[in-house]
């Protein structure tokens, strides 16, 4: 397995460790403010999977855990392998994911090869499209994946980030679609290098999505708010 991108040492993308970001190329969303633009088209990585595990050996004992993010990792065949490498080195894995590979996602659940998963609501269902791109939304499969989170064991998070295109009324029905959920991220929104001018929501805003978001889920935090 190649990857994108590296991170060889994170304090922030693996809750509570120090972790590795791997990035993977190919993604089945077309998000317009994706910070990672360039990782949407498949494309052959640059950095070997023997490059990440000689770097993991060489800082045994002070990494803690990999972080497999993208691009949608879970479009990767190479995935599986991958991580069952990781776990044998005695380190945590988490899984930054958009939801839309339930099956692979049960599959690693199952098998007991995760230890945290970020997934990704991007908006109320009614208004995913415009966030992801025409014909890239599949209602059914986002929806397998919630509740395989939701009823399962696995530390999780839902997170959305609270783009301009992402309304109050889309924060309340995201909370009712994820109800009773572990733990919910609302993140900051970086505008894009695009020729598009879309004003950020206020710290005000955040402030009321967050109140809407607790009616019905618990741990609701800003993530990345000044």
């Not at 990585?45 to 879970?74: A, M, N, Q, W």
Request: hydrophobic share 35%; aromatic share 10%.
């Amino acid at each position: 397995m190649k990857f994108a991108g590296m991170v060889k040492n994170s304090f922030v993308d693996f809750p509570g460790q120090i972790s590795t970001v791997v990035f993977t190329s190919g993604c089945n969303f077309n998000c317009w403010y994706c910070h990672n633009r360039d990782l949407i088209p498949s494309s052959e990585g640059k950095i070997d999977e023997s490059e990440v595990f000689e770097f993991l050996k060489s800082r045994k004992g002070f990494i803690d855990g990999v972080v497999i993010s993208g691009g949608e990792p879970t479009l990767s065949s190479g995935l599986y392998e991958f991580i069952k490498k990781v776990k044998s080195f005695g380190l945590k894995v988490k899984l930054d994911t958009n939801g839309t590979n339930p099956e692979i996602l049960e599959k690693l659940l199952g098998e007991n090869l995760l230890d945290y998963v970020a997934m990704d609501i991007k908006t109320s269902f009614e208004n995913y499209e415009k966030i992801v791109g025409k014909g890239n939304f599949n209602k059914e499969l986002i929806q397998r994946s919630i509740n395989i989170l939701k009823t399962g064991n696995v530390d999780y998070e839902f997170r959305t980030t609270f783009a301009p295109d992402v309304s109050l009324s889309d924060i309340e029905q995201i909370s009712m679609i994820i109800e009773g959920a572990r733990a919910y991220a609302i993140q900051k929104y970086n505008a894009p290098n695009l020729n598009v001018i879309k004003i950020p929501h206020s710290k005000e805003d955040f402030i009321q999505a967050k109140e809407i978001a607790r009616k019905r889920i618990n741990n609701v935090f800003l993530r990345s708010i000044d």
